[in-house]
């Protein structure tokens, strides 16, 4: 189904990315998987099958799909490497690596109160 792009909700939601860096970044790395791709390419450059057996719950679609937006919103570089086989590189870039104490301290704060939450149940 389409959105109207008119709608009073679809403008809404282009009012709130604009006015609210919040949303901006939940734009940008929102969702399941964008935040562990990028959490998993704070090493360094990664093949396709290094981010995929990093994150084995993540489909080969999503994968797939999550890259390529995260490429077009700059915050993952794709490089194509002209080797025989031919293959695929991922790095962060400049903005992506911004990103980095942003993950370290989601990823903190998962662990101390993932296992509270844990306790409580």
Not at 63 to 88: G, N
Not at 91 to 114: C, D, F, H, V, Y
Request: proline letters at 6%.
């Amino acid at each position: 189904m389409a959105v109207k792009v008119n709608s009073t909700n679809n403008i809404n939601k282009q009012e709130a990315l604009i006015k609210c860096p919040v949303t901006y970044t939940l734009g940008k790395i929102g969702g399941r998987w964008k935040a562990l791709i990028l959490f998993n390419l704070i090493p360094g450059k990664k093949r396709y099958s290094e981010i995929k057996r990093g994150i084995p719950n993540i489909t080969e679609k999503m994968l797939i799909q999550h890259l390529k937006e995260l490429e077009q919103d700059q915050l993952v570089l794709r490089e194509a490497l002209p080797v025989v086989p031919p293959y695929v590189m991922y790095s962060l870039t400049r903005q992506g690596k911004e990103m980095k104490p942003i993950l370290e301290a989601m990823a903190k704060w998962g662990i101390k109160n993932g296992k509270e939450m844990q306790r409580k149940r």
